[in-house]
């Protein structure tokens, strides 16, 4: 037996390349060395960028620790920038410590069952802006935030305008008036109605009727009692006669209609021409006298913004915590191909994509202050996936001078967002009245929010008060009558209560506000401008009747032309037909003693 | 300008190796795989190891990857509107679903609208690309391949160092 020949040994296929196995293996040694150098780094920076995406603002990590064979990752140094104020921060906290879930990071799952926060503190100032969403307005952070400042802006109101006490006049365009277009058209009208009842009268054809009994009447003078033949012409005469007035009773009725209506044209001029007055007035810049809306004017622009900024936290809640459980679609990560979109697929009984199972915080609300106080809050229920978790989310904090509670319960297809808090003690800034010449410093004082969002119904109130408020005076208004009397009113007020109250459907909401001092501002204005309103009403009236009655005199005075030619010329041809067909009627009755019907 | 000397290199060194045309366009497949889809995903560690693992052109694979890499950025939309039906359509819920729930699977992103698009174009491409390359590499082998192993300009580009890299892992 004999080996056979290797070259003639079809070679064998080898399936796999042994020798890259050892090289395969360096680069894991490798890339596993890589991840525990800069894993941390990683983390820290991906933490940051989704943190900053979510929420619109900077999030900056000092530094971050994955402990995950423990299951523990720490944070020192979380500065959250505030995604509406430039050079402020929502909040900073010294150091955050959480246990985490390993096995569920294995289906890209955050499961952390606690957080404990420490040296929280709220409002710092930053030195660089740290708004994302409010300049690009991208991502869910930056729509949301468009959102609700569109929101939010419906509810400017013209401030007063009180800065130097004049009542502004705009000029007034007679394009925009009414009444002399109406008064064109009556004129038209007119016209037009003249010459169809002219035609109408010609097609009457009256002359030859009056012609033809006028001769009959000529005939039957010389006529005998006998002549049956006249007495049948004279009452075939009376019957024309009578037919003719019959037609000009008819055109009489359609003259009086016609001329009804061109009077009814006139009248309405009238009514146009106060409608003119109420545009004319409407272009007068009058302070409103009524307290609600001198609150509003006062107030609206610093109390709408807390409303704005909880609807921006809830929409954003409700955009990343929806209830139910259909695919979500997200924007994918960045990256140098197409980001696409990430589409999450929650399953029934199934961990939540990302839940937060309880939290414990510990912040300081006066950092400034020479014995800040501390205080104490806890958070439960935080997830991705409501449904999944069948809880709401809830969040409280309690301490000296502060109650504050949060629960945002998405279980239902109809979320319910509550929100309130009270906080006591808090020094708010100074800030300029919009529309009035002084300054409010409210001092210490006291605010209250609470705020409901249930599925698209909006229920809101939030209210400041302060027993010690102080007020200056804008120099730059010192010698205006408004200035003078606006200082007197407020100045000697210590109390500062203000509410604002917004409610109804979340689209257009009734927005209130009311004020300790709406009632007083009210009754000074009306007193001081009360005549000034009244001569400036007068003078814009003044100015619609010079421009209006030129139009409307004429046509007013041409209709009544029309009418009474109208009514001239069919009283006379209705004379001549009744005359003719007297003399018809009364020579018959000589001749023959029979008293026609 | 290395890295074209190097694709080059890679075209010529691939074409001209020992290794079969069928390992040749198995490589070049792997490495369509690594250029069509997101580079930083996990199926594409595996089809790395892959790569290197199993007798198939280490080579072709590079110039696989090289070649498809900007065909893969052409076709992103084509990817995210294949992703966009396939991870939203009613009937594949469930699958989605139990996969998007089961350890190590979310790691791959496959509820990436572009990375699942583009791995589905990836497969279906995959056996018309292994046999069209497969024939190809046959012809050219066939027909002009001794001539351009024969020209100076072949000689000069397999004398840079750069070779000795790819040598390492020839067939």
Redesign the interface.
Known sequence: MTAPDSRLQTPR?????WR??G??LALLVIVAILWLVFADSIARHESQRVGTQMLGAKVEINDMHLDLPHGKVSIHGLTVASPHEAFRNLLQADELVADVDV?PL???KIIINRIAANGLRFGTPRHTDGRVAAGSGDGIAGRVLAETHQWASQFQVPVLQLATGKISIDSLDPRRLATIPAAQALSARADSSRRAWQAAFDTLRLGPSLDSAQATLEKLRTARATDLAALNEARQAIDRLKRARDRVTTLDRNVTQGVAKLKAGVAGLDSTRQRDYAFARSLLKLPSFEPPEIGKALFAPGTIKPFERVLYYVQLARRYMPPGLL?R?TT??K?????????????EH?LPGFLVRSAELSFLLHPTAPQPQRYAGSLSGLTSDPALYGRPTVATASGPELGAGLMLNHLRDIPVDTAGATVGGIRLPAFEVPGVPVRLDPGVATTQLGFTLNGDTVQARFAIRSSNVRWSRDSALTNTTIGDLIWRTVSGIANLDVEARISGELQHPTFAVRSNLDQAISTRLRAVLGEQVAGAEKQMRARVDSLVNDKVGPVRARVNDIQAQAQAQVAQQRGRLDDLQKQLEQRIRDLTGIRLP | MFAIIKLIQSLFGALHSEGTPGQLAAGIVLGSFLGLTPLLNIHNAVIFAALVLLNVSFAGGMLGWALFVPIGFLLDPLFDWIGHRLLLADALRGLWTGLYNTPIIPLTNFNNTVVLGSVVFAIVLAVPLFFATRLGVVRYRATIGERVRRSRFYKGVMASKAYNVYKMFRP
Do not use: I
Request: proline share 13%; glycine share 6%; net charge positive.
């Open positions: 296929l080898k399936v796999f390349r890259a196995v090289p395969l096995v294995t289906e890209k695919p679609a994918g990560p990256r140098l191909r197409r980001a696409g979109e990430d589409v999450r697929f929650p399953k199934d």
